[in-house]
Structures are given as C-alpha cells and as structure tokens.
C-alpha cells in the first residue's frame, strides 16, 4: 500500500510481523511498517472480524491496534520500532490470556 | 524537589506545548512536558530532528523546517520532558496519571496547560474502513517519520489545505496522484470572500495557497469539482472508489489508497475530563473550550493553547501558548502581574494576526452537509461497527441524547472513546430530533482517556499512598 523511498542504510532493523521477518528503520512506527506489507491490514475487529488497518497515525482512530512483543491491543501508530520486536495481528476479539 | 512534583504540567509537545515550556522555564517554573509522540513537534512538525538531517526536508517546505529551531529551543528549555507518555486521568489537585513503557505513574503539579492539538475531522462514509482508506493528515505523517508515499498513484478527496499542502509535498518527493476530488460545495468561494478583508494582512499565506493550487492543475492529473458523496468497495481492502458530485455526475474508479480529509476539530477530551465548559463554535462546526483571554478554562489553573483551544495553526498556538505560561508563571508568584500583562499584549497581537485569515478558511472549507448525515448503511462508530441508520432509529425513540444511545447500541465505547463518532452521533441525534446540534450536546468523557489496562494500573507504585485516606471498613 505504501512503499519507502530511501534506503535506511546504517539505521536498518528487522521486525518480525506475525513471526515473518521484515525490514524496517530506526524511527518509524510500527503502523509505517504495517502499511508497507503486502498484507496491510493489523487486526480484524472485535465485532465482525473484518480486516482494519492503520487509518489516522497520530494516536486517535485506535485501527492500528496489535500485539507487540506479547502485548495485546498497543497503538502501532504511537510504538516506535525496536530490533527484533515481535508484532502479531490481532483477530478478533482480544483473548484475556493476551 | 520530588522527582513527580513541578510547577507546571504540559500535555503535548507541539508547538503550543513547546511555545509555553521555554516561556514557563524562563520564569523560572518548573515545567514537566507529556506527550504521546516519541519526538518534539506535535504533528505539523512529526520527526522534525530527524528529518532535518537529511535532504527530504527540502521538499516538506518552509514552515515543517522552521520546527527544528522551536525543537532545539525546546530540548535546551530545561523542562522535563517525557516522550511517549499516554496521560490518561488528571484529578484535581492536580495529579496526572499516565502510562510510559507499560507502567503507570502519577506525577503532581499546581498548574495544567493542555496543548493536545486537534485531530482530523472524521469522515463516515459507506467503506471509509477498508484497509486503503486513510486521513491525508496520515499520510503526511507516513511521509515525515517514514519516509513513505502511496505505492501506486493515490486518490484524494476533500478540502482544506492540508490536501493541497501534502499533494505538493508528495509530488516533489516523487510520489503520483490519480486524482483530487475536491469536496468545496459551489459557491463557497462567494460566501468566504466577505472574510477576506480582515485577512488581508496574510497575503503571504493566500498566495501560498495559491500557487500550490496553479502547481497541481499544472501537475495534469483529474481534479473533480463539488464531490458530495463517496463510497469505497472492496473486499477486505479497498479496491473501487464511487464519487457522485453535487450535480449529480458520477464516476467509478479503480483505487487502492484513499486519503480523505474535511478539516480539523479540537482535541477535547482531555478538557471534558477535567470538566471544563465548552461552547460550540459556529464557524469551525465543533466545540471549544471557553477561555479567558489568557486561556485559562472554567476550571482554575487549567489552562488550554493550542488549536486545542480553536483551529489556528502552528502561527497562532505558539502565541497561545506563551500567554498561558505567562498567566502561570504569574500566578505561582514568579512574574508580576504587571510583567505578564504587558509580555501577553505583544503575543496577543501575534495571535490576532495569526489568526486574521481563518474565518475566510473556515467560511471557505466548512464541511459538506454530507459528512454530518452519511447514509444509512454507513458505519458510524468504527470501534463498534454502528451504523447511521441504527443511530437514526434509536434517535427517534423517544428524545435521546447522544449518551443515551451510545448505552443502548455501543456507539462510542469502543477504544477510540467517541473520537471518531462524536460529532456524527451529535448532528445524526440533531436532525432526527430537529433540534440545533450544539443543543444536542457530546458524550460525556470519563477518565482512562486512553485505554488502561489492569497490569498498567497495578504497576502504579504509589498504590500505598491511597492508605493516605481512611481505610475501608
């Protein structure tokens, strides 16, 4: 959906997006990196479980809500990205184990 | 001093915020900043020290640069600053609480000034869900933290400046536009001129304007006049785009991003919390806190600047928020008041000729009636999939108001709080019962103003200072 136009040469990382590795750069957000898979949608919703994906990024909406390193329902827009951060999508509603 | 305890307590790092920390820190005041973002800048200046590092501040032009100056006086202020901080109560007092790396805290302070900005105004039309559809204020935002743009040419629809601002950012980065619907009913310009000779003294900003609008029409890609309705399709994403103008032509496109913008509102959520009063603002189509001429709410030392306190811009929140700090500083004994009055009169002129041009963008960008009334099977309230023809039923059932109904069909219990349905729900409530919006009244905001969760609120360490009160029998 959305593609980077540089290349983040020394500030590049990789994130795992539902345990598959992908590039991303020191700085940005994890709902950017979302948006740049070929799936960008983050999360189905609690009601009818259709796919969502990041809709304001500046911490309003609430679309970008997914599971970082075992935390459920964290704003992706508000998260900056770390080295080796664990995202998953989350389904559905959100189990109270998460 | 304890390390929880200052003076001052800024919600928000813009420029509001930043504007009101170095003038409270000049006086003298301790000063504790909050704010969501992991950077300084508020969202016209997002990732402003990063970027101004590198060439791509060039093509975000002039006024994003002029962040980096404001951002390093900011940093050197000596303030306590705290980036990625998620404030989500504050009691009278006044302690805060908040949320930092999963682990909540409180923090005290003896004056408030609250400069959380606003946020695009929300646009509820059939499809606006889709994965696809984004705010072009997102965009912009993807632009300037990621350095990234539409991977195939993108469609925008709306008004404001904003669209035309990041159309001309996206196209000197590099990036393709395959149209602009541009939603301006006919005869807007008519009814803004009237506000024009105030506003005069910002030809600088009309010519701005101006010339990204000549730039675009040069640049050759479709530009659709009066769009009143729009509708996305597709499955699981966005993948067509139906527009039908006011004089009723129609077109299908194929899309795959949609960036949609009518506007800015005020962030007030915080402010209702607090229980500040807030009356409607006719021009702008939402509600603003009512302030003194220092900004100062209806509830002592709670202070709000910014575009918090009424659309401006950055030009005028600035003023705002020096004002503000002024009033504080001279109210905890560190200015007289005669100082602060005669500082204030100079940031009160820079208000007012920051601000001489916004009735004439208001009169000529005010939101289409269509975004107050969108069809039936249009989803309302995201969080909780309601739709306008649910909230249209219940809304004749009897005379509820917009608290009400969010009890009986969930409407704006969901995460975002009724920050995506709010004025939706108040003008839907408004027309069935035939009743003046600003009568209709908001939802009533209630502390967490973010989500809490209960691990968050057991991480409070100060939990054994509640054994200050008498323990329960």
Redesign the interface.
């Known amino acids: 959906?959305?593609?980077?136009?540089?290349d983040p040469g020394a500030q590049a990382i990789t994130i795992f997006i539902d345990g598959r590795p992908v590039p991303a750069?020191l700085?940005?957000?994890v709902a950017?990196?979302l948006?740049?898979q070929p799936e960008?949608?983050c999360r189905t919703?609690p009601?009818?479980e259709?796919?969502?994906?990041?809709?304001?990024?500046?911490?309003?909406?609430?679309?970008c809500?997914v599971e970082v390193d075992g935390?459920a329902?964290v704003q992706g827009?508000?998260t900056?990205v770390r080295s080796g951060m664990r995202i998953a999508r989350q389904q559905g509603p959100r189990s109270l184990s998460a | 001093m304890n390390v929880n305890e200052t003076d001052l307590l800024i919600v928000g790092a813009g420029p509001a915020g930043m504007a009101a920390a170095v003038t409270a820190r000049r006086h003298g005041l301790s000063v504790r900043v909050l704010d969501d973002q992991p950077a300084p800048g508020g969202q016209i200046w997002r990732a402003i020290e990063t970027v101004a590092a590198t060439p791509r501040l060039a093509r975000l032009g002039e006024s994003y640069r002029a962040g980096a100056d404001r951002a390093s006086a900011f940093r050197s202020c000596g303030a306590l600053y705290e980036p990625e901080s998620q404030l989500w109560q504050i009691e009278p007092g006044f302690r805060a609480f908040l949320t930092q790396q999963g682990k909540a805290r409180s923090v005290t302070a003896r004056a408030v000034i609250l400069a959380t900005g606003a946020q695009e105004r929300p646009v509820p039309f059939p499809g606006w869900t889709l994965p696809g559809v984004l705010t072009v204020g997102a965009a912009q935002i993807l632009l300037k933290t990621a350095d990234s743009v539409p991977t195939s040419p993108v469609w925008i629809a709306g008004c404001g400046p904003l669209p035309l601002l990041y159309m001309t950012q996206l196209l000197a980065a590099g990036g393709r536009i395959a149209g602009f619907l541009d939603t301006t009913p006919r005869g807007r310009i008519g009814a803004a001129l009237r506000h024009l000779p105030k506003g005069l003294g910002r030809l600088a900003d009309l010519a701005k304007g101006l010339s990204w609008s000549l730039a675009l029409k040069r640049a050759g890609f479709p530009i659709i006049h009066h769009v009143a309705e729009l509708r996305a399709e597709g499955a699981g994403r966005l993948e067509s785009l139906h527009y039908r103008t006011q004089d009723g032509r129609e077109g299908e496109v194929t899309a795959e991003v949609l960036l949609v913008h009518e506007g800015v509102v005020p962030n007030i959520h915080a402010p209702l919390a607090l229980g500040c009063a807030v009356s409607w603002h006719a021009g702008q189509h939402c509600y603003v806190p009512e302030l003194d001429s220092w900004g100062e709410t209806s509830q002592v030392n709670v202070f709000v600047a910014g575009d918090g306190a009424g659309i401006g811009g950055a030009e005028a929140a600035e003023p705002r928020g020096r004002i503000a700090a002024l009033r504080v500083a001279a109210r905890l004994g560190k200015l007289g008041e005669g100082e602060a009055e005669s500082a204030a009169r100079s940031e009160r002129s820079r208000l007012a000729r920051a601000l001489a041009l916004r009735p004439f963008l208001d009169a000529l960008y005010a939101p289409r009636p269509q975004v107050f009334a969108p069809a039936d099977e249009t989803l309302v309230c995201r969080c909780e999939e309601v739709t306008a023809g649910e909230l249209r039923a219940r809304a004749v059932q009897g005379r509820p108001g917009p608290n009400q109904i969010k009890a009986f069909t969930r409407a704006g219990m969901g995460p975002c709080q009724g920050r995506q349905c709010g004025y939706t729900m108040a003008h839907i409530v408004a027309a069935a019962q035939n009743r003046p919006v600003e009568e209709v009244g908001f939802y009533r905001i209630r502390p967490p103003l973010k989500p809490v969760t209960l691990g968050e609120l057991a991480s409070l360490g100060e939990l054994a200072s509640l054994d200050e009160r008498e323990p329960a029998a």
């Open positions: 959906m959305f593609r980077k136009l540089h750069e700085g940005e957000s950017a990196v948006l740049r960008a949608w919703t009601v009818s259709s796919p969502r994906a990041p809709y304001c990024m500046m911490g309003v909406c609430f679309e809500l935390l329902s827009c508000l900056p």
